[in-house]
């Protein structure tokens, strides 16, 4: 279970299901890929106040689970996670510029829902680490 986040002024319990389409909706997520997007969210949590609890790769978008402080906006989540893990991908693996001619790894959107509204954690986690199998 996630644990709440406790800073000099306040505890909270902020948890989000983010999912990230690849630009043009390309099958990029191999198995060399989804491992180097882990690490590299391991390297953001690191620096920022962004937690992803669970990542979930299918071939062509990615679902998160993500627990942050509520300074931090989601669209500055969106933000730092796209800008970042786009980076990385492409300085990581150099094949992925073959398909994503325009030079940019996501594309311009994204979902964002709290978890519990419409699905308590556990329901959502499960979901999120199913994404890609059959």
């Given at each position: 279970m996630v644990e709440h986040i406790k800073k000099s002024h306040n505890k909270s319990l902020l948890l989000y299901h983010m999912v990230y389409p690849v630009r043009y909706r390309r099958k990029v997520f191999t198995e060399a890929v989804?491992?180097?997007?882990?690490?590299?969210?391991?390297?953001?949590?690191?620096?920022?106040?962004i937690h992803y609890v669970e990542i979930?790769?299918?071939?062509?978008?990615?679902?998160?689970?993500?627990?942050?402080?509520?300074?931090?906006?989601?669209?500055?989540?969106?933000?730092?996670?796209?800008?970042?893990?786009?980076?990385?991908?492409?300085?990581?693996?150099?094949?992925?510029?073959?398909?994503?001619?325009g030079g940019s790894f996501w594309s311009s959107g994204y979902y964002a829902t709290t978890v519990g509204q419409y699905g308590n954690e556990n329901v959502i986690r499960e979901y999120v680490q199913k994404q890609g199998q059959q």
């Open positions: 989804t491992l180097s997007l882990r690490e590299i969210c391991a390297e953001i949590s690191t620096r920022y106040d979930g790769t299918d071939a062509d978008h990615v679902h998160f689970m993500i627990q942050s402080v509520p300074m931090l906006k989601v669209k500055d989540i969106v933000q730092i996670t796209k800008s970042l893990t786009a980076r990385e991908i492409f300085r990581r693996h150099k094949e992925v510029k073959k398909f994503l001619w």
